[in-house]
């Protein structure tokens, strides 16, 4: 049974920078592609960052050079490092996977205001 569960979420102020984590259970996080989504209130569900299992990590343009996604192996865990906080990333992250079917975790939501 594949679980994803997602922690880390905050409020934060502009500038400021926050760390996502999504624990994986069920599936090994380094043979899959494991990708972050966000959706703002009022919005479609928006691609962040994703890594494949070679490790390489792709970014939207909106979050390119401010956000990192990286993976421990060991704790079966990937991250996502976001620096330079906007209120325009004011969204609930999602942690995803696809294997037989999207798996999903339940969010965690992340608020930048001052």
């Known amino acids: 049974q594949v679980q994803l569960v997602e922690s880390g979420g905050g409020l934060v102020q502009p500038g400021g920078s926050l760390r996502l984590s999504c624990a994986a259970s069920?599936?090994?996080?380094?043979?899959?592609?494991m990708t972050w989504y966000r959706q703002a209130p009022g919005r479609g569900r928006e691609l962040v960052a994703s890594?494949?299992?070679?490790?390489?990590?792709h970014y939207a343009d909106s979050v390119e050079g401010r956000f990192a996604i990286s993976r421990d192996n060991a704790k079966n865990t990937v991250y996502l490092q976001m620096n330079s906080l906007k209120p325009a990333d004011t969204a609930k992250y999602y942690c995803?996977?696809?294997?037989?079917?999207?798996?999903w975790g339940q969010g965690t939501q992340v608020t930048v205001s001052s």
């Open positions: 995803n996977t696809f294997i037989d079917k999207a798996y």
């Open positions: 890594m494949s299992p070679d490790g390489r990590g």
């Open positions: 069920g599936i090994i996080i380094s043979f899959n592609t």
